[in-house]
């Protein structure tokens, strides 16, 4: 199991962040205790045993998957807690903003994977430095458990031709795959373990292949951006602010959840949603949900 990194006073290293900006990754980076992202978990399967059968407008699938953070209090406390923050501030400087908080899951022994992508391709904010994923590990996630596997250096591309696939055992919006071939030697696997996170930017290319254990391989996934950065797309786009200050505003804001799942956070999802499909879909041969 790799080390992780040593951090000072919680906050990256000088060489740390190099080593981000030369890699386009870095990781693991612990920013809890093992036993509180454990705890992290049980009270995402509690949420799922309570509202898995209830009479929820979407999938509950989806509401995990796609904008956790305006629906459900677990996912913006993930994407505000403090310790995460410090580090991102490391990449991002003191102004940060919560772009999305999405819980990939994977099933224990299921095909699911996600095709090597870079996360900025569909999202209508341009090939920009000012985004940046923190993957924070709630079981473990390993080679056998799918976890994922990062380019080195490869966020120094431009955004690069994808190919949709929208392939069934896909886990990502359109099966999205980059068209240049990824050589199986040239994939680092991120390895990490509950409490650390990986950090990647918005170009690294990067995928996961199938959970082969008996346990659910499940991730809490915090896309950070600075508020300098802009919807090119979509008419109009959805942060809140998690730090510093927001001179721009360029995005538009709405209260966070408090409770699970209320009537005006489910009208406020629908609107979200509803403005970053025009990004997400734009170009797509075949039009159809956002994520199932
Ligand atoms: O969780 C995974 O396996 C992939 C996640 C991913 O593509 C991302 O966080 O950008």
Redesign the pocket.
Known sequence: MPSPLPLENGRLTETQKAAYWQDGYLFPIEVMPAAEARRMRAELEALEAEWLDRDLPLPLSTYKRVNAHCVMPLAHRIGSDPRILDVVEGILGPDIMIYAV?F?I?EPNTRHK?SM?Q?LTYWGLGAIDGLV?A?LSLSPATPAS???DFVRGSHKNAILPHEDTFAEDN??SRGQEVKVEVDAADKIPIEIHPGQISL?HGLTI???GPNTTDDRRI?A?IRYCTPDVTQQVADVDFALLARGQDRFGHFSSFPAPTRNFTSEALAQYDEIRAAQAKAMMSGAQKQGSLYN
């Open positions: 999405e990939f994977k996600v992508h996360d994923t993957w799918g976890c994922m886990l990502l990647h990067h995928g996961s991730a996934v």
